[in-house]
C-alpha cells in the first residue's frame, strides 16, 4: 500500500494533492420561490414548520461543484445521503479525473441513519457495549447502503456541563464510560474489515476536551491543568484511538490557548508519536478558517499553514487548503513533504476501504432494500428500551392492561421530536410516537394539550373517567446538540403550568421525559407518581416507552450523567475531587445555601420493577491485579437486569483524588429470586494518576472499594495494597 501511495504522489501535481485535501459540501443553488435566507428565517419566525424546512431542503437543488470535481480539486463530500448522487460523483471522479483517485464520502452517523436510535447520552445509560456496538454495526450498514464511507462519530467528549448542548452525542459525564462506549462504536462501525461496503471509517471526535467548554457555552474556551486534560479528558479518544479508529477530528475549541485545529503538540506529539496514530485527521466544519477568528493566524492562508503544518489532513469545508496550499508549497512556506503527508495519510484510507478497485459500494436498489429494514426497528426498539431510566415510581408502574389512559402535553404526539440531535436522514414519519403507539395497541386513550389543561375549569372534571395521566414533558430536539447551550435547566414554564394542575386533578401522573441533558427538576417527583427519564429514544420511541410502562420490559437503564437542583449547580458530577470542607450540616463547609448537597439523581441511578441487595464485598490483592467481587440479589418477584458498578478512591495520594470514581462495572440479568457473585478482575494500573511532576504513579498502600447499584449508595471495603510497580 505505501508502494501504491508514493507511485501515486509521484504522479500528482500540486493542485491534485491539495485537492485530495478538501471535503467539499454542496451548497444549495435554488429551487426555491424566496431566497434561502428568506427560508432560514420563515422558519426561525415559525412561519414554516422544521418538517417544511427539512422537506424543502431535501428536494432543493444542491450544486455538488461538479467541473471542480472534474479538475481533480475534490477529495471527499460531505452531508451527501443518496446512493445515486453519491455514485454519480463518485463516476466522475474515478472516470473524468485525470488519476482517477475515488472520492471519500462523510456524514454524520451518530445515533442511526435512518432508523435512529437514542441519543448516545441516552443509550450510554444502557451500560451495554454488546448493544453500542450492536447499532453502531446496523447504522454502518445502513448508512453505507446510502453510500457513506465515513462517519463523524463516535464523539467522545467527556462533558460534566448540563448546560452545553452537546453532552446529548457523548456518553456522558465518566471517563471510562465514554471510553468504553467509544470502542464499541468504533468495532461496530468499522466491522472487521473495511472492504466490506456496511463498514464505515469511524471519526473520533473532538479532539480533545471539548467538553470542558468553559460554562457549558459551545464554542467556548478551555482551560484544563495538564493532568485533568490526562486523566479525565484524554483516555476515551486513546481508547478509541487504540481500538483502531481511522479518523480524528480536531476540536472547534482552544486548549490553553492554542486551538486544536493547529495544535501540533495535541496532533503531532499525542496522537501520531505518543499513540501511533496512523489514520487521517480532518478539521471541523470551518474550523481552519476560524483560526483567524480565534486571533492565532492572520489570515486564511496563514491559518491553511498552520494547520496543516500542526497535522490536520483533510479541511472540512473552510476552502482554506484549496485556496491557499499550492502557494504555499510554491512558496517554499510549506514544506511539499507536510502536504505529501496529509495526502498519503488520506490515500490511504481510501485503499484501506478498497475503493480504488470497488469504488461503487452500493446502489439505489441496495439503498432500497437496506432502509428501515425491520429487523433495524427491532435492534431500535431494544436500544430505547435499555436507555431508558425510570427515575421514580410509587408503585403505580407497570400499568394495568386494561387502563384509560389521559395523554397530556404536546410531546407525546409529535413524532419528529422523538430522533434528538443529528438525526438528519430522518424525518417525522419514520417515528412512533406515544399517542401512535397508543392506537396501534387499541389502547383507550386521548390527548390533551398544555393549553387545553391549562385552560379548563376544571382538571378533576377533565379527567375523571381516566386511570392515569400520561404526561409528556422535556426539551424538543433542537433544544440539545450544537449550539444549544442553556442557562436554565428547568421544564418550559408552560409545561410546569400544566403539571401544577394534573398534580390537582385527583388522578394518578406518570411523567414521561424527552430531553438530551439532564434537567432541574426537583420538583417533579411531588407531582408526578412515577417518572420515566426516555431521552430522545429515536423512531421506536412510542413502542419502547409502552413497553415500559406496561411491564413487557423491566426498567434497567441508569444514568451516565447527575441530576441538579438548579443550573446554578453546574458542573455538578460524581467524581469530584475532594476538598479540606467537605459538605455537611454545619455553616462553613463546601456546599450552597439553597439546594441539598446530594443531587437529585447521582449517577449510575436508576430504578428498576425489583429491586436487588448487595453484601458480602470481599477484595483479594494478586500480583498486578485486585479482584473485587460482591453478591447481588434480586429480591422481587419479577426478573431484571442489573448494572452492577464498582468505584475506588485512593485516601491519602500525591495530590487530591476523586472522591469516587468508576473502574469498571456488569450488566447482569437476575431473574426472581436470583442471588449470584458479581467479580471484577481489576489491573493495578487503572488505580494510578499523574502526580504533580505529571508522573504516571500507582502507590502501594490504601485504596476504598465501592459497590453498587448507583454512586451514591454502595457497600465499601478498605484495603491495603502492596506490590504495586510504579
Ligand atoms: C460541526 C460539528 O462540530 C461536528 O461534530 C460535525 O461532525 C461537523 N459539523 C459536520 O457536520
Not at 451500560?127 to 454495526?137: F, G, S
Not at 463498514?199 to 470542558?212: E, L, P, R
Not at 517554499?332 to 488520506?346: F, H, K, R, S, T
Not at 463546601?590 to 430504578?607: A, I, M, N, Q, R
Amino acid at each position: 500500500m505505501e508502494k501504491k501511495i508514493k507511485s501515486l504522489l509521484d504522479r500528482m501535481t500540486l493542485e491534485e494533492k491539495a485537492g485530495q485535501l478538501q471535503q467539499c459540501g454542496p451548497s444549495i443553488v435554488g429551487a426555491f420561490d424566496v431566497d434561502f435566507e428568506e427560508l432560514v428565517n420563515m422558519a426561525y419566525d415559525g412561519r414554516i414548520s422544521g418538517e417544511e424546512f427539512q422537506r424543502l431542503m431535501s428536494t432543493a437543488e444542491q450544486d455538488y461543484h461538479e467541473s471542480e470535481l472534474r479538475a481533480g480539486r475534490i477529495g471527499s463530500y460531505n452531508g451527501i445521503s443518496d446512493a445515486k448522487i453519491v455514485n454519480r460523483l463518485q463516476k466522475i471522479a474515478v472516470e473524468e479525473t485525470r488519476l482517477g483517485i475515488p472520492l471519500l464520502f462523510g456524514y454524520d452517523v451518530l445515533h442511526g441513519y435512518r432508523t435512529v436510535t437514542p441519543i448516545p447520552l441516552g443509550e450510554s445509560c444502557a451500560w451495554d457495549p454488546d448493544l453500542w456496538e450492536r447499532t453502531a454495526r446496523m447504522s454502518a450498514e445502513e448508512a453505507g447502503a446510502g453510500g457513506i464511507h465515513m462517519t463523524f462519530a463516535p464523539m467522545v467528549d467527556v462533558s460534566k456541563d448540563a448546560r452545553w448542548g452537546r453532552i446529548s452525542e457523548g456518553a456522558g459525564e465518566d471517563a471510562y464510560l465514554n471510553a468504553k462506549y467509544g470502542v464499541a462504536k468504533v468495532k461496530g462501525f468499522q466491522g472487521s474489515s473495511l472492504k466490506e461496503p456496511d463498514t464505515m471509517i469511524a471519526c473520533v471526535k473532538h479532539f480533545a476536551g471539548y467538553g470542558a467548554v468553559e460554562s457549558g457555552r459551545d464554542y467556548n474556551r478551555v482551560d484544563l491543568s495538564p493532568q485533568k486534560l490526562y486523566e479525565e479528558y484524554l483516555p476515551p479518544y486513546e481508547a478509541c484511538v487504540r481500538a483502531g479508529a481511522r479518523a480524528v477530528m480536531p476540536a472547534f475549541n482552544d486548549l490553553d490557548g492554542v486551538p486544536c485545529t493547529i495544535n501540533q503538540w495535541l496532533l503531532r506529539k499525542v496522537l501520531r508519536e505518543d499513540w501511533q496514530f496512523d489514520g487521517m485527521t480532518i478539521s471541523d466544519a470551518n474550523a481552519i478558517a476560524e483560526c483567524v477568528e480565534h486571533g492565532i493566524a492572520a489570515d486564511r492562508r496563514d491559518a491553511a499553514a498552520k494547520a496543516l503544518l500542526a497535522g490536520v489532513d483533510m479541511d472540512m469545508t473552510s476552502d482554506c487548503y484549496s485556496q491557499h496550499v499550492v502557494h504555499l508549497v510554491e512558496e517554499g512556506i510549506l514544506p511539499e513533504e507536510v502536504l505529501d503527508q496529509a495526502v498519503g495519510n488520506i490515500l490511504r484510507i481510501k485503499m484501506e476501504l478498497g475503493l480504488f478497485e470497488h469504488p461503487f459500494r452500493t446502489d439505489e436498489e441496495k439503498e432500497k432494500k437496506t432502509i428501515l429494514k425491520p429487523e433495524f426497528r427491532a435492534t431500535a426498539r431494544k436500544a430505547a428500551e435499555e436507555s431508558m431510566v425510570l427515575l421514580e415510581n410509587s408503585g403505580i408502574l407497570p400499568l394495568r392492561t386494561e387502563c384509560r389512559i389521559a395523554l397530556s402535553g404536546e410531546l407525546a404526539g409529535i413524532r419528529s421530536e422523538m430522533s434528538g440531535t443529528w438525526a438528519i436522514k430522518c424525518s417525522g414519519e419514520d417515528c412512533v410516537s406515544i399517542a401512535d403507539a397508543c392506537a396501534q395497541r387499541r389502547i383507550e386513550y386521548e390527548t390533551y394539550t398544555e393549553e387545553e389543561i391549562i385552560r379548563c375549569d376544571s382538571v378533576e372534571e377533565l379527567f375523571q373517567g381516566y386511570d392515569v395521566i400520561l404526561a409528556a414533558v422535556g426539551e424538543k430536539k433542537n433544544q440539545s446538540g450544537e449550539a444549544a447551550s442553556r442557562t436554565d435547566l428547568a421544564l418550559a414554564p408552560i409545561q410546569k403550568k400544566m403539571l401544577e394542575r394534573l398534580a390537582k386533578s385527583g388522578r394518578p401522573v406518570v411523567a414521561v421525559i424527552f430531553n438530551g441533558r439532564p434537567l432541574a427538576i426537583p420538583e417533579l417527583k411531588g407531582q408526578a407518581q412515577a417518572i420515566l427519564e426516555a431521552w430522545h429514544p429515536g423512531v421506536e420511541a412510542g413502542n419502547a416507552i409502552l413497553n415500559i410502562l406496561f411491564g413487557t420490559v423491566n426498567p434497567s437503564g441508569k444514568l451516565t450523567t447527575t441530576f441538579p437542583h438548579a443550573v446554578g449547580e453546574c458542573p455538578v458530577y460524581y467524581d469530584h475531587i475532594r476538598t479540606g470542607r467537605p459538605a455537611g450540616r454545619s455553616k462553613f463547609t463546601s456546599k450552597y445555601l439553597d439546594v441539598p448537597s446530594e443531587p437529585v439523581y447521582p449517577f449510575g441511578y436508576g430504578l428498576s420493577y425489583t429491586a436487588y441487595t448487595y453484601s458480602d464485598l470481599e477484595i483479594a490483592e494478586r500480583k498486578e491485579s485486585v479482584t473485587v467481587s460482591v453478591k447481588v440479589k434480586n429480591v422481587g418477584d419479577v426478573d431484571g437486569m442489573e448494572i452492577v458498578q464498582c468505584y475506588f478512591h485512593d485516601p491519602v495520594a500525591l495530590r487530591v483524588r476523586p472522591v469516587k470514581k468508576l473502574i469498571d462495572f456488569v450488566k447482569t440479568p437476575l431473574s426472581a429470586g436470583e442471588e449470584k457473585r458479581v467479580v471484577f478482575e481489576i489491573p493495578k494500573e487503572k488505580l494510578g494518576y499523574y502526580d504533580p511532576q505529571m508522573r504516571f504513579v500507582v502507590e502501594a498502600g490504601e485504596y476504598e472499594f465501592f459497590v453498587g447499584g448507583n454512586s451514591s449508595d454502595c457497600l465499601v471495603c478498605r484495603t491495603n495494597l502492596c506490590g504495586l510497580s510504579n
